[in-house]
């Protein structure tokens, strides 16, 4: 895992964009996002039932799986959202980038590889895309039924009750 503000250049969203401003996951914590390195599926376990998840599977964004609809697919993660749950992905193979809006609404950008584990809270602004290697297969772990409905940004977007409690709970 590395963290880093996104450099905001134009250009394939799957370059590193890089801006070289580091960020801690300290920082990341204080605005709800959680990292965890976990070298076994049973550290996964151990936090998924901590957090009372019980369902999961498993996502591999490629072309090879993912055939004709691999472009329409990354653009479309791409789009800044947000979810209602509580959003935990464990990267199992490859490499993929999560921007997440910090408290002043720049985007930090964290680069998972295999064994990282990451926990994004309701409400929270992200997007998702691979690499340039396009290839990550990740599990994806839910509490009850999936319900990842991702509701883009938009200005009404700020009176939803989930996105209300993700700010009014966040450090400053
Ligand atoms: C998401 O939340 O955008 C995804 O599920 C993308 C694939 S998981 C690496
Ligand atoms: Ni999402």
Redesign the pocket.
Known sequence: MKAYYYDDAEGDQRLDHDSGREVSTSYLNQFGVLYHRCPSVSAVDNIAEQRSYKNRDE?T?SPDKMGAVYEEKVKM?FNEHL?EDE?I?Y?LDGN?F?DVRDPNDEWVRIR?EKDDLIILPAGIF???T?DSNNY?K?M?LFKDEPK?T?LNRAPDLENNPHRKSYIQNRAA
């Open positions: 996502i964004v993660f979810h959003e992905r990267i993929g999560f998972l992200h997007r998702f691979t990550i990740a994806r990842w991702p």
